[in-house]
């Protein structure tokens, strides 16, 4: 059973469109995150939630708009793709906060061409 | 805002040699936790340190934080090429909800 998985693994779309990424975890963690690696691998937070809410929201374009039907599940949907939105996006999940591993899934590469 | 800075950024190393890697935090961390990503893979935890002057071992992985709880480092002793990969840090500040982040990572190349 794999325990953080996203939907789709590649995206490749033009830009203007709108797209949406979908993340599960099936660990029973109250937290989840979507993070942002470009190609300089540097991994940037983007948004978490704890039990649906919304916690932290970094300084991200309001084009991304996460959102979190229940614990187990949190999607990212982004508006208007522009060129510098390619990379690849990590949902993660936890148990809580900075104290507790992070179980990331494998990852959607977005390609905006 | 918290600030985690890591090097090198890269660093190629011949099978057999050590590496070491090098994690300087802004502010006083609460913790910090060490992650591996795979060529292509995803990051996946490896450990985490809580307390100052903790030292802590995995087989040939050796990982220190240090006694201001400032930095951190990742020693490997003897590379072997399923070492390959980018090695992250990730510093918690302490906050609500306490936000990881994340270092910019250093990427090691093992030739055989």
């Known amino acids: 059973d794999t325990a953080v998985s996203q939907t789709p693994k590649y995206l490749v779309t033009q830009m203007g469109n709108d797209k949406s990424i979908k993340c599960e975890q099936n660990l029973g963690h109250d937290t989840m995150y979507w993070y942002k690696q470009d190609s300089k691998k540097f991994l940037k937070i983007m948004f978490s939630y704890n039990n649906k809410e919304l916690i932290i929201n970094e300084t991200v374009p309001n084009r991304f708009s996460p959102k979190s039907p229940d614990k187990a599940h949190l999607n990212l949907h982004i508006n208007s793709l522009e060129l510098g939105d390619s990379a690849v996006y990590f949902c993660?999940?936890?148990?809580?906060?900075?104290?507790?591993?992070?179980?990331f899934g494998p990852g959607t590469r977005l390609t905006v061409t | 805002g918290q600030q985690v800075m890591q090097i090198p950024q890269y660093q190629h190393v011949q099978e057999g040699e050590d590496f070491t890697t090098y994690c300087n935090s802004s502010?006083?961390?609460?913790?910090i936790q060490w992650y591996k990503q795979r060529p292509g893979g995803h990051p996946v935890f490896l450990i985490q340190l809580v307390k100052s002057g903790e030292v802590k071992k995995q087989k040939r992985l050796t990982f220190q934080f240090g006694e201001a709880k400032k930095n951190s480092s990742l020693h490997i002793t003897a590379t072997q090429t399923t070492d390959v990969g980018t090695y992250f840090c990730a510093g918690n500040g302490g906050t609500s909800y306490g936000k990881l982040t994340f270092g910019q990572g250093t990427i090691l190349t093992v030739h055989p």
């Open positions: 502010t006083t961390l609460s913790n």
């Open positions: 993660a999940s936890s148990r809580g906060g900075g104290y507790y591993e992070q179980y």
